[in-house]
């Protein structure tokens, strides 16, 4: 359809940004619910962020995403940051108005995803592969729907803090930090999900996995690896193969889109629209 003067702005700010589906993936949802709406990359180096949210709030801007490197540093450019954005400690969703305010949508999206394959973690042992940024998004979520969660990474220090951030907020959550080694024994132990929030097995690093060779893949799981370039990551691949239940990140891609669209818009989002248009973008 074509843009018109009445066009209402959004779009997403990064660096780099040239790879986001983030463009495909709104404005296929716009076009088809019949929209008159712009979703629009910029790529934005960090020390010129202040200018650009300026400058988007100025153009009349309804919203924006910030990804990489931006979601940390954008909630100090705000007038609002939402509680579950400063308890992850990144934003990814900008809305504008008389107040800007800051909102992370990783962590419901991540639960709407799940819920799409039947995945139900409340109460349940949970495995959380990493202690990055990504990592604190899932680990909020489970948390929230009172997982039992043990987050393994090399470095326990790292996800000891992570937890620590996170404790106080849910307390009828178990979280529990453990080193890397320590993930035959937990694998043994038969959780119900486990989730890779690392970097391994993403493009260019195809042939990489966050789940050593020598440690079998309980059958009887739901592997989820936020990975989605490619969407069969070889850890998927050997969960797959042993039985287990492999699910793919590029559902949480979309829940987290969508939850910025029906908050920008206030119409529902067509997520079937949107998961088709990533993956023709693939």
């Avoid at 960090?46 to 400058?55: F, I, T």
């Avoid at 035959?184 to 999900?193: G, I, M, N, Q, V």
């Avoid at 309980?218 to 492999?246: C, I, Q």
């Avoid at 590029?250 to 248009?277: C, N, R, S």
């Amino acid at each position: 359809m074509p843009i018109t003067g009445r066009a209402r702005l959004a779009g997403v700010v990064g660096w780099p940004v040239a790879h986001s589906l983030s463009p495909a993936m709104h404005n296929a949802a716009f076009q088809a619910l019949g929209l008159d709406w712009v979703y629009a990359p910029f790529a934005v180096p960090p020390e010129r962020l202040a200018d650009a949210v300026r400058g988007l709030a100025a153009l009349g801007f309804v919203g924006a995403n910030f990804t990489i490197p931006h979601k940390q540093t954008v909630m100090d450019l705000v007038d609002e940051v939402s509680p579950a954005a400063r308890a992850i400690g990144a934003a990814n969703t900008l809305v504008f108005g008389d107040r800007t305010t800051a909102d992370n949508t990783d962590w419901s999206g991540f639960l709407r995803s799940l819920r799409d394959v039947g995945c139900d973690p409340a109460g349940q042992r949970c495995l959380v592969l990493g202690a990055g940024g990504a990592a604190r998004a899932v680990v909020y979520a489970l948390a929230s729907v009172g997982a039992d969660i043990v987050v393994l990474n090399r470095s326990v220090e790292r996800s000891a803090a992570l937890l620590a951030d996170l404790d106080q907020l849910f307390p009828a959550a178990r979280l529990q930090s453990l080193p890397l080694v320590a993930l035959a024994d937990e694998a043994a132990a038969h959780p119900y999900l486990v989730v890779n929030t690392t970097s391994l097995g993403m493009v260019p690093r195809v042939e990489t996995s966050p789940w050593p060779s020598d440690v079998p893949i309980p059958a009887d799981t739901t592997v989820y690896d936020l990975v989605y370039n490619p969407l069969a990551t070889r850890f998927l691949r050997e969960a797959k193969a042993s039985g287990a239940r492999a699910v793919d990140g590029l559902g949480m891609l979309v829940h987290q889109g969508a939850i910025a669209f029906e908050t920008w818009t206030g119409v529902a989002a067509p997520t079937d629209v949107m998961y088709k248009a990533c993956l023709a973008y693939l």
